[in-house]
């Protein structure tokens, strides 16, 4: 069963920078595509970006020309670059599968950003 672990959230300032990072505990290689979501109290979780095999990235509008999603397989891990952080990006936020099927949920790892 693979596990996933997030890291790499914090407290920052508006227009700042985060880089997150998610460990499998199982190579990756075989994944074709994987994704970061992120979530806040209250609403629906928002799948924000996806990387498959082969390099390709999609985003979602709302982080589109922001984040940057990228993965090592030799590490097994996928990473999410943040910039220009806006107090609207505060949320947990997960890696996962991110169509059809779903792993357990790792503990996720939590965005602040304060105005």
């Known amino acids: 069963q693979v596990q996933l672990v997030e890291s790499g959230g914090g407290l920052v300032q508006a227009g700042e920078s985060l880089r997150l990072s998610c460990v499998a505990s199982g190579t990756i290689l075989s994944i074709d595509s994987i994704g970061w979501f992120r979530q806040s109290p209250g609403k629906q979780r928002e799948l924000i970006a996806t990387?498959?095999?082969?390099?390709?990235?999609h985003y979602a509008d709302s982080v589109k020309g922001r984040f940057t999603i990228y993965r090592d397989n030799a590490k097994n891990t996928v990473y999410l670059q943040m910039n220009s952080l806006k107090p609207e990006d505060t949320a947990g936020y997960y890696c996962?599968?991110?169509?059809?099927?779903?792993?357990?949920w790792g503990p996720g790892t939590q965005v602040t950003v304060s105005s």
């Open positions: 990387i498959t095999s082969g390099g390709n990235t």
């Open positions: 996962n599968l991110p169509y059809d099927y779903r792993w357990k």
